[in-house]
Each structure stands twice: as structure tokens, then as C-alpha cells.
């Protein structure tokens, strides 16, 4: 028999943000909340609390499943499960979604069940169903955007502070917009995820996340944050997806020279920026909350809500195969700590401007196969690697690099 009763797994900060949310509306009755911590103190009674996830996935009364723990293979199995046996379920697990999207999405149209994960891609922000229904037929030309709030604050206090990498890091962390290991939002690695979900509804295109072309933000220095201010820019960690000349998918996660006639120019501090360019419809932006327990919730109920009037994903332009990497070539400022030259990439053209015993800083052209080939390398030099638009030269770019400050009287 229906009822009205809602199941949650997880009472972090987003399953929390749901809990207060549906307090609110009074629309569905809270069954057993999954949690694995015994010993942790909680904010409501232990009777609301099961520490065994099968209580919630066995429980035949219940009209939806959210999914909002912390542990992304747990997560990956619980959902599995949940999908098999036919339910309907939310989750907010980017990881565990944009890693197994062909699996998750075969499992629905077997059993009949469906999965909803809008909080995954950018919190608040209505993505996905914006580019699923509204977007269901006309063709995407490029999404791309600030997926990742915690990276964004750390560059958005680099650039005006002044302030060291590691000073940025540890403000975020000590106000709770990274985590105590950073590595999946500063490595890029979350907006990896994010990015590689949008190009399965935004181009039907899904995209194997280990080989698409990813730099995060923890080499950035002082000297690299003074650049950008020369060039009349900002630094921001950009994810995009867009199609080449060549009609490829060009999908990838790079710290990116960014001017202000770009919105992203604009999204600073924890915001969550995304840029959409659709054939017919021309440019639009998104701008919002990309975390947080309330914007979070906010997402999570928005799917549950939707699913339980009969939506779900349709994925209306869905390839049969998956997509062969895009060979595109890119235009890039590197750092690089150590003596000239940087491994042995080979350029397709390159100029260097600031060689010194600590550094040497370099714009040029590479193709995108040869620089994943040295990515590794890269990084464990410490090398900062930033995109340069194509649309300023790589001599335009180092004359305003070298250009003297100008003195104020
Ligand atoms: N935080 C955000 O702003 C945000 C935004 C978008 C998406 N997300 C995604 O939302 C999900 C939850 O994130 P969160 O920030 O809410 O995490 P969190 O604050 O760390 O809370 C995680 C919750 O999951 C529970 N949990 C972990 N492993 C479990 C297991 N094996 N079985 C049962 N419960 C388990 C924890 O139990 P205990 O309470 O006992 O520790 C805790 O209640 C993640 O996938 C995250 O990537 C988060």
C-alpha cells in the first residue's frame, strides 16, 4: 500500500539539509535514518537512527530512497541494490555517479526504477534538468563553468588577499568549505565528476572519467596570481565540455586565465558558475549555491519531489557507443619550479619569458595527448598549468606579462 514515508541514508550535512527541509513542508513522513557512527551525538532521539542500511532498502512502504552518504563505493553498492529491487532513489554522489553512469543507467531500464542526482552537479543549481528537459531536443554547443565552490574560494582569496596557497587552504578549511583532505576538490577531481555527468545529458555522451584531461589548483603561487592581475584577469578552475571543429567532444578540468567579459570572471568565494551554449537558444548562465546543507537539500528534495510526480531522466540523447577522446590542441601557461626545459614535451610552438634558477615560465602550444603524457610527470613537480583562450596570442600574452606596473602618482 503507498505511503508517504521517505528513507534516508546519511544525516551529514546534506542528508541534515534534506531532514530540515522536509520538516518544513510537511509533505513526507521521515522513515529510519542510515547512519554508520554509534557513538556519535545526534541532534534527534536514537530511535530515528538504524546503523543497518537494509532496514531502509528492505522496507517495502517506503515511495523513495535518498542516497547522501559519504562513502562513494558503499554508496555505489546501496544504490545498485536499490535500483535492482525496482525503487526509486536521489542521490548526491558525484563519484560514484559519473564513474558507473552506463551501469547505473542500464539497472533503470531493466528493473523499471530510477535515479535522480541534480545535488551531485553544482548543488542548488538546476542543472541537469535544465539541460534533460528543457534541452531534452535542441543541441548543446558548450557547458562549461565553476563546478567546484571550495577551489573557487581558495582562488577567489588568492586574488584578493594576496595571500599564499596554503593560507587560502587552511581559511577554507577552518570555515568548512574544504575538506580536511582537499585533495578531490583542489586536484580537480570533483569537478572531473561533475563535468563528465553534464556531457551525458548535455551531448548524450558519456565519458570515461580516466581519460579526460584534468589540472587542479594546489601549485598556483603569489607569482602566478600577480600575472593574472597584469593580464587584467582572474585564475579559475574551469570545467567544460564543447564540441571541436572536428566534432569531438572536448571534455576537460583546467585552471583557466579568465577576463571579465567571461560571467565566470564574476563567481567568486563558494559560488558555482555554469555557462550553457545551445545552437538555437545562444549563451545563458547559472549562478549559485554549489554546496552547503540547505543548498544541497534543497536539491535533494527538488528531485524527490519531481520523482514521486512521475519524473525521471530519459537521457534523450544518449549515443549507443561511448565517445573516442577529442585530439584537440591547447594554448598554456606553465610554471614550472626547476631548470629549463619542463620534461621533454614536445610543443607544437612555445616562447618562455621568466627563466630564472627557481622557475621557468612558458606559454605554448601542445597537443592534448602529449600534455596527459606528461601530466603525471607535471604534477609531481609541482608545475602549475593554466589554459590561455586562444583568442589572445601567446606574444599578446607575454607583452602584457612583461608590461612594467604602472606607477600611481
Ligand atoms: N556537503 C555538500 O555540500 C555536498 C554537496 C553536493 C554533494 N554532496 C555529496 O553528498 C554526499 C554526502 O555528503 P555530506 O557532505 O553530507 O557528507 P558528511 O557530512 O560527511 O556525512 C556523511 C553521512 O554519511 C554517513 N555514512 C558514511 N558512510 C556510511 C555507511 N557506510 N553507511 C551508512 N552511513 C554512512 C555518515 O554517518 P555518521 O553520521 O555516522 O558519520 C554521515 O551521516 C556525498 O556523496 C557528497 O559528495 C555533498
Redesign the pocket.
Known amino acids: 500500500m503507498p505511503t508517504n514515508k521517505i528513507g534516508i541514508?546519511?544525516?551529514?550535512?546534506?542528508?541534515?539539509?534534506l531532514y530540515d527541509v522536509l520538516q518544513e513542508n510537511h509533505q513526507l513522513e521521515v522513515a529510519r535514518i542510515?547512519?554508520?557512527?554509534?557513538n556519535?551525538e545526534?541532534k534527534l532521539p536514537a530511535s530515528a537512527f538504524t546503523?543497518d542500511?537494509q532496514e531502509l532498502l528492505q522496507d517495502e512502504s517506503l515511495v523513495i530512497l535518498t542516497e547522501?552518504?559519504?562513502?562513494?563505493a558503499?554508496?555505489l553498492t546501496l544504490i545498485r541494490q536499490a535500483l535492482e529491487a525496482g525503487k526509486t532513489v536521489v542521490?548526491?554522489?558525484?563519484?560514484?555517479v559519473a564513474e558507473n553512469l552506463p551501469e547505473l543507467i542500464a539497472l533503470q531500464q531493466k528493473y523499471g526504477s530510477r535515479l535522480l542526482y541534480e545535488?551531485?552537479v553544482c548543488?542548488s543549481i538546476p542543472i541537469l534538468r535544465t539541460l534533460e528537459s528543457y534541452y531534452a531536443d535542441e543541441p548543446m554547443q558548450e557547458v562549461n563553468g565553476i563546478l567546484n565552490g571550495s577551489s573557487n574560494y581558495i582562488l577567489t582569496r588568492l586574488d584578493t588577499e594576496g595571500i599564499s596557497y596554503k593560507e587560502a587552504l587552511q581559511q577554507a578549511q577552518e570555515l568548512g568549505f574544504a575538506e580536511a583532505d582537499p585533495t578531490l576538490d583542489v586536484g580537480g577531481y570533483?569537478a572531473l565528476h561533475k563535468i563528465c555527468i553534464i556531457a551525458a545529458h548535455a551531448f548524450g555522451v558519456v565519458v570515461d572519467v580516466r581519460e579526460v584531461l584534468r589540472f587542479g589548483i594546489e601549485s598556483i603561487t603569489t607569482e602566478d596570481v600577480d600575472l593574472a592581475h597584469k593580464l587584467g584577469a582572474r585564475i579559475k578552475l574551469v570545467a567544460s565540455a564543447k564540441y571541436t571543429a572536428a566534432q569531438q567532444l572536448q571534455v576537460q578540468v583546467l585552471p583557466t586565465f579568465v577576463w571579465p567579459d567571461n560571467e565566470l570572471y564574476y563567481v567568486q568565494n563558494e559560488f558555482n558558475g555554469v555557462q550553457l551554449e545551445a545552437k538555437y537558444a545562444g549563451k545563458q548562465f547559472l549562478k549559485g549555491r554549489?554546496?552547503?546543507?540547505h543548498?544541497?537539500g534543497s536539491?535533494v528534495w527538488a528531485d524527490v519531489s519531481a520523482a514521486l510526480k512521475g519524473y525521471k531522466y530519459t537521457y534523450p540523447k544518449l549515443k549507443p557507443a561511448p565517445a573516442a577522446p577529442a585530439t584537440n590542441t591547447l594554448q598554456l601557461y606553465i610554471r614550472s619550479k626547476g631548470d629549463f626545459p619542463i620534461p621533454d614535451i614536445k610543443w607544437e610552438e612555445v616562447v618562455s619569458f621568466g627563466v630564472s634558477h627557481e622557475a621557468v615560465q612558458l606559454v605554448g602550444v601542445v597537443k592534448k595527448e602529449e600534455l596527459l603524457r606528461h601530466q603525471a610527470t607535471l604534477e609531481s613537480r609541482s608545475t602549475f598549468v593554466v589554459e590561455v583562450p586562444e583568442a589572445l596570442s601567446a606574444m599578446e600574452f607575454i607583452q602584457k606579462a612583461l608590461q612594467q606596473e604602472r606607477v600611481v602618482a
Open positions: 541514508l546519511g544525516f551529514g550535512c546534506v542528508g541534515q539539509g542510515c547512519v554508520r557512527d554509534k556519535k545526534r546503523f542500511a547522501l552518504i559519504s562513502d562513494p558503499e554508496a542521490s548526491a554522489n558525484k563519484k560514484a545535488a551531485a548543488g570533483d554549489g554546496a552547503g546543507s543548498p544541497t536539491a
